[in-house]
């Protein structure tokens, strides 16, 4: 039973640093932004990464897609206090839109066009 205990406590602490990690950045500043699908195409999926890094996080839409003329507000932060994000947007076609220098804490938009 104690063995029971030791790998149920060790699990739970191993998931304490992917949940902070995915916790909003502490320094009040607003890092959401619209996006504003001005283009021809359904934009599927969403990513945000630091640049400077070839990952990207998780896709910012989820279930959602974003529809011609349509715009949808999300949230950019890693939780680490940065500004500055690439962000890619994928549509059905897998035709992508980039934006590598954007300043969230700054810049409240992005407009994607054909």
Not at 25 to 43: A, K, P
Not at 79 to 89: P, V
Request: one cysteine or more.
């Amino acid at each position: 039973m104690n063995i029971l205990r030791t790998l149920a406590l060790g699990a739970m602490l191993a998931a304490v640093p992917m949940a902070a990690q995915a916790a909003d950045s502490n320094d009040g500043r607003n890092r959401n932004i619209t996006v504003y699908n001005n283009s021809d195409y359904q934009v599927y999926r969403i990513y945000y990464g630091v640049p400077g890094n070839e990952y990207y996080q998780r896709d910012l839409l989820g279930d959602e897609v974003l529809n011609p003329n349509y715009h949808i507000r999300v949230s950019v932060d890693n939780g680490r206090g940065n500004c500055t994000y690439k962000l890619k947007a994928v549509t059905q076609s897998n035709e992508t839109f980039w934006e590598r220098t954007l300043n969230v804490c700054t810049e409240s938009s992005w407009t994607l066009t054909n």
